[in-house]
């Protein structure tokens, strides 16, 4: 896409409402087989602030079982009471967040994707109110906005390389104010991204400071799970 385009759509939220519902409905969708993974889902909410978008992500306390202090998106596994993984993303997403399903304009899906923890995940595309009256349980510390204009940027992304099943994947780092989103997150973030701009947005190398920020991060985790384990 055009960078005068994509500039346009930034600044209009009907417009790039529309143009992310067209992209997400007008491709083949990656689906994984399930197999023996747990099925779960995420809301990818896109908030439209003052000509300046953004996606609501969360950083997760150190009380949840998986991915402590880390960035995410809200959600979960799915229940056997869910009407499918829309149903399992709204869900999350309003006990997380308290981000009302009918508040919630569906625009589409990812790819699916798998964690290292053994979750396939599904992530639902949503528009969101902004702003809105938000209320986290205690699974998140804080809510946190990753600007699409900055995360639209050639000099935003940084990535290294890791082998994850048997294959060669990139591992992307962006940082926001408040943390670095990376992991599983970063990665369907970026894959969002991709899609919105039409093309691969640019990556670098990771600056000190990302790794830094992710490394703090598991040594707390590690801490977290000594101190756990030795009560």
Known sequence: ?????LEYLLTEEHELKRHIQTVLTGRTRRIIPKENLRESAVLVP????E??????????S???EHHKGEISFPGG????EDDGLIATALREAYEEIGL???DVDVLGFLDDHISIMGFHITPVV???PCPYNFTINSESETLLHVPLRHALTDTAWMAEKTTFMGRDINIYFL?????VVWGATARMLKHFIDLIAGRTVAFSKVSAHARSWVEDVMSKQEVYQVNNEAE
């Open 100 to 102: 009302l399903p009918a």
């Open 126 to 128: 949503g528009s969101i």
């Open 62 to 64: 150190m009380n949840v």
């Open 46 to 49: 896109v908030c439209f602030s």
């Open 77 to 80: 596994g799915s229940e056997p």
């Open 1 to 5: 896409m055009h960078t005068d385009s």
């Open 175 to 179: 940082e926001i104010e408040g943390g």
């Open 51 to 60: 000509n300046d978008p953004s996606i609501i992500v969360t950083k997760r």
